[in-house]
């Protein structure tokens, strides 16, 4: 058992360092290739996409696991049944994309195209929770590691080969087709009852148990996607990439420190009293006061961060480095957000913890016409200001639901 646990913990890590790898490299591809103002449609259009795909998904996915694993009698419908689920939901969401992209002012047809790539994301993850909920992380890891590269690199190739930036977004989408068509199939016939009827009350089950775990997984949606979409409603063109390209940067750095802090989830789970609860925060802290010397060491090091992000992207790019080694102070907080999320999963105190979330993004949006309006740096002051608020207001939520 030690050693499967092992063998999944090799695969997860390496699945997660593609993904890393390859989405940064694709990203840096795109930028050089078509320029600064391109990249920023791409961006905001991205993650208005991811903001409305995670609402639309509900974590179907994680609930599936999560059913599968508890030998729920109605196992077999499952698939099917979260399946239309999730299209329903989809439907639902490319209606309400009209007017959101309006308000923000992003790309409609890139924000659909991807919104369409997201969703179809998540079906394979529904379909790989097959393997998951047997605990087997090997098989999945290695079909997403797989999807990653076709998906990362031949999106790069045509990006070389001067396809237009349309073009490579629905590559992308129908490399997440294939690959759900490949995840579905490789689930045992006898394990999947797949036919052209659904039942309401497995169809109920699935929507009330996500309802409730969406709620964190939106939340951290928000923390890492929000900045981007607020940008585009007071920048546009290469100022716009520019901006983009630094808050990226941002959630790379702050992504690789949400996977460590990951790894004590568990042991929370497992927390009976308050001194075990305290327990884990004060190794958590650890990991907040480390985090405060990234953005100074970035900060110490901008010149040199400079001449490798315009060497990599192009001239358009010079200020990247300057804005990061400012926006990157952002990262502690984001950190201690994050903290507080994993805390109130496990806890199960996420309404509330929600609720504050939804509080600080709105509040967010006059933060950045606060900002805007007094023009002393407003980009910049509206990130950090937006994610000490948003961190403010989880500690506040946790203590509250702790006490």
């Given at each position: 058992?030690?050693?499967?646990?092992?063998?999944?913990?090799?695969?997860?890590?390496?699945?997660?360092?593609?993904?890393?790898?390859?989405?940064?490299?694709?990203?840096t591809?795109?930028?050089?290739?078509?320029?600064?103002?391109?990249?920023?449609?791409?961006?905001?259009?991205?993650?208005l996409?991811?903001?409305?795909?995670?609402?639309?998904?509900?974590?179907?996915?994680?609930?599936?696991?999560?059913?599968?694993?508890?030998?729920?009698?109605?196992?077999?419908?499952?698939?099917?049944?979260a399946?239309?689920?999730?299209?329903?939901?989809?439907?639902?969401?490319?209606?309400?994309l009209?007017?959101?992209?309006?308000?923000?002012?992003?790309n409609?047809?890139m924000?659909?195209?991807?919104?369409?790539?997201?969703?179809?994301?998540?079906?394979?993850?529904?379909?790989?929770a097959?393997?998951q909920?047997?605990?087997?992380?090997?098989?999945?890891?290695?079909q997403?590691?797989?999807?990653?590269?076709?998906?990362?690199?031949g999106?790069?190739?045509?990006?070389?080969?001067?396809f237009?930036?349309?073009?490579?977004?629905?590559?992308?989408?129908?490399?997440?087709?294939t690959?759900?068509?490949?995840?579905?199939?490789?689930?045992?016939?006898?394990?999947?009852?797949?036919?052209?009827?659904?039942?309401?009350h497995?169809?109920?089950?699935?929507?009330?148990?996500?309802?409730?775990?969406?709620?964190?997984?939106?939340?951290?949606?928000?923390?890492?996607?929000?900045?981007?979409?607020?940008?585009?409603?007071?920048?546009?063109?290469?100022?716009?990439?520019v901006l983009?390209?630094?808050?990226?940067?941002?959630?790379?750095?702050?992504?690789?420190?949400?996977?460590?802090?990951?790894i004590?989830?568990?042991?929370?789970?497992?927390?009976?009293?308050?001194?075990?609860?305290?327990d884990?925060?004060?190794?958590l802290?650890?990991?907040?006061?480390?985090?405060?010397?990234?953005?100074?060491?970035?900060?110490?090091?901008?010149?040199?961060?400079?001449?490798?992000?315009?060497?990599?992207?192009?001239?358009?790019?010079?200020?990247?480095?300057?804005?990061?080694?400012?926006?990157?102070?952002?990262?502690p907080?984001?950190?201690?957000?994050r903290?507080?999320?994993?805390?109130?999963?496990a806890?199960?105190?996420?309404?509330?913890?929600?609720?504050?979330?939804l509080f600080?993004?709105?509040?967010?949006?006059?933060?950045y016409?606060?900002?805007?309006?007094?023009?002393?740096?407003?980009?910049?002051?509206?990130?950090?200001?937006s994610?000490?608020l948003?961190?403010?207001?989880?500690?506040?939520?946790?203590?509250?639901?702790h006490?």
């Open positions: 058992m030690i050693k499967n646990w092992k063998k999944n913990t090799v695969y997860i890590s390496i699945m997660q360092l593609t993904l890393l790898i390859v989405n940064f490299f694709l990203i591809i795109i930028s050089r290739v078509y320029g600064a103002e391109i990249y920023g449609e791409y961006a905001s259009s991205k993650s996409s991811v903001l409305i795909g995670t609402a639309a998904a509900l974590s179907i996915a994680l609930v599936v696991t999560k059913m599968l694993a508890q030998n729920n009698p109605n196992s077999k419908e499952l698939f099917r049944n399946y239309t689920l999730i299209i329903r939901n989809l439907i639902v969401a490319l209606v309400i009209v007017p959101i992209s309006l308000l923000f002012n992003t409609l047809s924000t659909a195209l991807f919104l369409l790539g997201f969703i179809f994301n998540e079906m394979i993850h529904i379909a790989l097959y393997y909920a047997k605990g087997d992380f090997v098989t999945s890891s290695k997403i590691i797989l999807r990653t590269i076709i998906y990362g690199v999106a790069s190739v045509l990006v070389l080969q001067d237009s930036i349309y073009s490579i977004i629905i590559f992308q989408v129908l490399t997440l087709i690959f759900f068509i490949v995840a579905h199939v490789s689930i045992p016939k006898k394990d999947n009852n797949f036919n052209s009827e659904s039942d309401k497995v169809k109920d089950e699935i929507q009330g148990s996500g309802k409730k775990m969406v709620l964190t997984t939106f939340s951290s949606a928000l923390i890492s996607e929000l900045d981007i979409v607020l940008l585009g409603l007071f920048y546009a063109g290469p100022t716009l990439g983009a390209w630094s808050r990226r940067i941002l959630e790379i750095i702050f992504q690789l420190l949400a996977a460590s802090l990951d004590l989830f568990p042991e929370l789970a497992k927390a009976q009293s308050s001194k075990d609860v305290n884990v925060r004060s190794k802290r650890k990991v907040f006061l480390f985090s405060f010397s990234i953005p100074i060491l970035f900060f110490i090091f901008r010149g040199f961060a400079g001449d490798i992000f315009t060497s990599l992207l192009g001239a358009e790019f010079v200020d990247v480095s300057s804005y990061t080694s400012w926006i990157m102070f952002a990262l907080v984001m950190v201690w957000s903290i507080n999320i994993i805390f109130s999963r806890l199960n105190f996420e309404i509330r913890l929600t609720n504050s979330v600080g993004s709105c509040a967010s949006i006059a933060i016409y606060l900002m805007h309006y007094i023009g002393f740096n407003p980009a910049i002051l509206s990130i950090v200001i994610q000490i948003i961190s403010i207001l989880t500690t506040y939520s946790f203590k509250r639901s006490e």
